[in-house]
């Protein structure tokens, strides 16, 4: 649909693996909210989730503007990303803060699809989006952590090996500040089950599998600290332009979806003897959905610019994230719209995507929060929490 596709051939596989899971495969793991294991597995095995582990480590070692292009195709083809983004950059906080024999040890397994690094242990139930007032503590015993604490939305930790987990381990009143004495561990979550860690699915509006995890007492070797113990909430800080910019991208990818398929309907809905695309009151709010992808496709890009050539595009990625979320949201209202009532009937997928693009914008970051950033550190106004 843009002018200029980059990663053709790249687009061209990943559309081919995703046309073998249409519709009716997404729309039966909905009603049974299970996991799409088959997907995952093949886009593993592909090599499509280790594009950004390096070469030396068994992936494919492209720059992010590949995996940006793997997801939007992938939600384009209206498959649900969603499932497993999360393996493609989990993997940075080890990537770029692990020792050597840490990223040994894990990166070739993860590129290799034998161990999967799924879950994301940040958010809380009390904390929320105040990450430095976490409370699950993860307290030194000799050569072990021991943690202690809840987890909320931890998205998909039933299908996942690995845990990059932050907790406290240094107590608030004796840290610098709040979001000193956090630290990074890599939770082995095939030990831990039944062994402290329990998991908890929690039933959403989309097929999410998303958790809460409870950790009780449970023992983790001091070797799965990643980097140095109180840094924890600078790595996490770290991965987050790309993160941003990668869910940007699969929004773009959304929003694409919405626009051909109202567009196709546009083009064969016959209603008072005319297809209803002559229309300019519904053509219009199609190129207007159009327009605004497009727009937000131009901030990715400019986004993933940057950060390619070494910069620390917070800004762009924020405003990437926040404008194609919105930018995917009136695509798939306008594409409700464009309908009729068979916009609402499941068979379509319409209402399906319409609620899995409503997530992003919440998750992983919500909207004030991107707008607070931009008026504090770009435009210099007070800080307002
Ligand atoms: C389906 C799903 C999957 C998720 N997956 C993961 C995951 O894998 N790992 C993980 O760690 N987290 C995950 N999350 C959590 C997600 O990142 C948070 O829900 C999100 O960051 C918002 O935080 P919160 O829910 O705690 O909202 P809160 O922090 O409670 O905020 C509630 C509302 O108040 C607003 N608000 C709060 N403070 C301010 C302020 N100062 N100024 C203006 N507005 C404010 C927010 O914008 C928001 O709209 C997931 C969430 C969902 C719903």
């Known amino acids: ?61 492209l720059p992010l503007s590949a995996a940006a292009a793997v997801l939007e195709e992938m939600q384009a083809a209206g498959c649900n990303g969603g499932a497993c983004h999360a393996q493609m950059y989990t993997m940075g906080t080890l990537l770029r803060h692990g020792s050597s024999e840490q990223k040994q040890r894990y990166l070739p397994a993860i590129a290799s699809g034998e161990l999967r690094l799924q879950a994301f242990g940040v958010t809380e139930p009390s904390s929320g989006t105040d990450t430095g007032s976490l409370k699950t503590t993860a307290k030194l015993d000799g ?55 329990t998991i908890r699915p929690i039933r959403t509006m989309m097929n999410h599998a998303t958790t809460e995890v409870f950790f009780d007492n449970l023992r983790v070797p001091v070797e799965n600290l990643i980097g140095e113990e109180g840094r924890g909430f600078k790595y996490i800080l770290t991965g987050m332009n790309a993160e941003r910019i990668l869910i940007a991208a699969e929004c773009v990818g959304d929003a694409k979806w919405f626009i051909n398929k109202a567009s196709e309907y546009a083009k064969q809905r016959k209603v008072f003897g005319r297809i209803i695309g002559q229309n300019q009151g519904v053509q219009f709010p199609i190129a207007k959905a159009y327009a605004n992808m497009r727009a937000s496709e131009l901030m990715v890009n400019e986004a993933l610019r940057l950060y390619e050539a070494g910069e620390n595009p917070g800004a762009e990625a924020n405003m990437a994230k926040m404008l194609a979320a919105d930018a995917s949201f009136e695509a798939a209202n306008m594409c409700i719209q464009t309908h009729g009532g068979f916009g609402f009937a499941e068979e379509f997928d319409i209402e399906r995507k319409f609620r899995e693009t409503r997530l992003y914008q919440t998750a992983p970051i919500s909207t004030n929060l991107i707008l607070s950033y931009l008026a504090e550190h770009i435009l210099g106004l007070p800080r307002s929490y």
């Open 1 to 61: 649909m843009t002018s200029e596709p980059s990663y053709f051939d790249l687009r061209d596989a990943v559309g081919k693996l995703c046309a073998k899971y249409p519709g009716e495969y997404w729309r039966k793991l909905d009603r049974e909210m299970a996991y799409p294991t088959e997907f995952v597995s093949e886009l593993t095995q592909a090599g499509w989730l280790a594009v950004l582990i390096p070469e030396e480590y068994g992936g494919a070692g």
């Open 143 to 197: 050569d072990h952590f021991v943690i202690n604490g809840q987890k909320i939305w931890t998205s998909r930790a039933e299908h996942s090996d690995l845990m990059i987990l932050l907790a406290r381990t240094t107590p608030l009143e004796e840290s610098e500040k709040k979001t000193s004495g956090l630290s990074v561990i890599l939770v082995d979550m095939r030990e831990a089950m039944g062994n402290g860690l």
